[in-house]
């Protein structure tokens, strides 16, 4: 249903990792550590800087794959990976985009079920990668006549 | 505080017990994380999608286990964090945050992390890779 998708990618979106974002992220899942919030804990550490929680990423925004179209309700999310090269800074600039990796079918016990493998990306102003975060988004039957409808 | 390469393989970091989950904090995370899907939010949506009521989004829950490592961010950073979300988080839940060391290996401390809920199942498991700065 979605094969056609692989291999495709969404183009770059600047991304700023706003500060006040950072603040009401790390609130929302309870981190009060101050590397995120406290200017002078920032300034004071390696970088410098106050960080972005590991997770923050999913905040931003990746771009459009054309003619990948995924219903807002319904889907599972499977796994998730994030991998970093240096931690996200607050303030900073990241140039994010998406790519589909994969899309595999599968019948078991619930019926058809599709699994979507994303790859997003983010690079600083520089072009040096940040991050990079997998993602499968399981599709069950009923999404997928949905879709298919 | 002891420093995080002080740890020896099968030792633990401390394990942190969430409050029980409420609905206020899956809509801030709603709203922080822009994810609105109302299966998180809202119990009419979340029933008619056959679940038993609101879960938590499961970014949720692996963006609260992160937090066992921020003390650590002088150290080092989370170089590797994956996730496999293996059940649902209800309103009322007891989450217990754990990392147990599994491995080291150079500038590489490796985990094996999970949340548990009050009977002790896994809803989130995964591993953590964090690395030291030279």
């Known amino acids: 249903m979605l094969h056609h998708s692989i291999g495709k990618r969404s183009e770059k979106v600047k991304n700023i990792v706003e500060r006040g974002a950072v603040k009401k992220f790390a609130e929302a899942i309870g981190d009060f550590h101050p590397i995120y919030t406290d200017e002078e804990t920032g300034k004071q550490s390696r970088h410098k800087e106050n960080l972005a929680p590991p997770t923050f990423p999913i905040t931003f925004d990746y771009g459009i794959i054309a003619d990948l179209h995924l219903p807002n309700k319904g889907l599972i999310h499977g796994e998730q990976t994030f991998h970093y090269e240096r931690p996200l800074l607050a303030g900073e600039e990241v140039y994010c985009w998406t790519e589909v990796k994969n899309y595999v079918e599968k019948s078991g016990s619930h019926g058809e079920m599709g699994f979507l493998m994303l790859t997003k990306y983010g690079e600083d102003s520089k072009g040096q990668l940040v991050f990079s975060a997998k993602q499968t988004v399981i599709i069950n039957e009923v999404v997928r006549k949905v879709m298919l409808a | ?134």
């Open chain 2, 1 to 134: 505080m002891t420093s995080i390469a002080d740890y020896s393989i099968g030792s633990s970091l401390t394990d942190v017990q969430l409050d029980p989950v409420n609905r206020l904090d899956l809509i801030k995370y709603a709203g922080a994380s822009g994810d609105f899907n109302p299966i998180h939010t809202i119990d009419e949506e979340a029933e008619k999608t056959g679940l038993p009521g609101i879960i938590a989004h499961g970014m949720w829950t692996m963006g609260n286990v992160s937090k066992l490592f921020t003390p650590y961010y002088g150290e080092g950073f989370i170089q590797d964090y994956s996730i496999r979300f293996k059940g649902m988080v209800l309103l009322n839940d007891v989450l217990t945050l754990k990392a147990k060391l599994t491995k080291i290996d150079c500038n590489k401390i490796h985990f094996n992390v999970a949340a548990v809920n009050q009977e002790q199942k896994e809803v989130i498991k995964g591993q953590v890779v964090f690395c030291l700065y030279e």
